[in-house]
């Protein structure tokens, strides 16, 4: 029931039972800036930052990760900051669509593991029942970084939040339809970062729901608030998500 087509690391479309599921931007994603649709995996960062590593001294990550609107090698990515080759693969099953994921350290020194899926799409989120963390100031809920309760947005706003703890399953509505994300056989773990845009860039409406193994969209945050996992050398990280519609 489901159908998954893309290239380059990029899905450009999930169907569920023939309606489209992600936001399709009157834009190519195959134009030069980033169109704000599809699927993309965030790698080594979401939000421009620095930090210092041992072995590799200061390194600059770029926004919205280096792997984004990049050319991947099939599913798989090698990192051009750190060293590092991550790789996906999905399959369909019924009701559920299923992504392994995995991240390999292939230098000398310990590297974080930076990754948020960032699949935008129509329809909306579960409402927090518990207050979430702001990562933009936001005039009616607080300051970014913040705790706060959050409502609905109005028209013309935009919200980005973390929950504060991690999680292992998220729940949204798109197209009308419910579905579960289901993190499963992870080696680490995952926190989720909710996009909601209600005009508020590009005047669009739609949402991203961001499963991450960081709980903040900058790395060099995340690793100060002990968030942010490192990969040994020659060691790997894996993890499954699912999607399972209700």
């Known amino acids: 029931m489901f159908s998954v087509s893309g290239k380059n690391g990029h899905i450009h479309s999930v169907e569920y039972k023939g309606k489209e599921l992600l936001f399709q931007s009157a834009k190519s994603p195959d134009d030069g800036d980033y169109p704000g649709t599809g699927w993309d995996e965030m790698l ?7 930090m210092d590593l041992p ?17 991947w090698d099939g599913k798989r990515f090698e990192g051009r900051v750190l060293p590092y080759v991550f790789r996906v693969d ?5 009701k559920e669509l299923v992504l392994d994921y995995s991240f390999e350290n292939v230098g000398p020194h310990p590297i974080p593991c930076f990754w948020a899926m960032h699949p935008v799409m129509v329809g909306e989120a579960e409402r927090p029942g518990e207050a979430v963390r702001l990562t933009q100031d936001h005039p009616r809920f607080g300051k970014a970084g913040t705790l706060a309760t959050i409502g609905p947005l109005l028209p013309g706003e935009t919200l980005k939040y973390y929950y504060d703890r991690p999680m292992n ?11 579960k994300l289901l993190v499963e056989e992870s080696d680490v773990p995952m926190y989720l970062g909710v996009w909601e845009n209600a005009g508020g860039w590009k005047g669009e409406v739609n949402f991203a729901p961001e499963l991450s193994t960081a709980g903040d969209d900058s790395a060099r945050r995340a690793f100060e608030m002990h968030r942010l996992a490192f990969v040994e050398p020659g060691k790997i990280l894996r993890w499954r998500i699912r999607w399972h519609a209700i």
Do not use: M, N, S
């Open 55 to 71: 072995g590799y001294g200061r390194v600059r990550l770029p926004d919205h990760g280096e792997a984004w609107h990049k050319d």
């Open 169 to 179: 399953e998220a729940r949204f509505t798109a197209q009308g339809i419910k579905f």
């Open 90 to 94: 999905y399959r369909t099953q019924g």
């Open 44 to 50: 080594a960062t979401v939000e421009e930052c620095e």
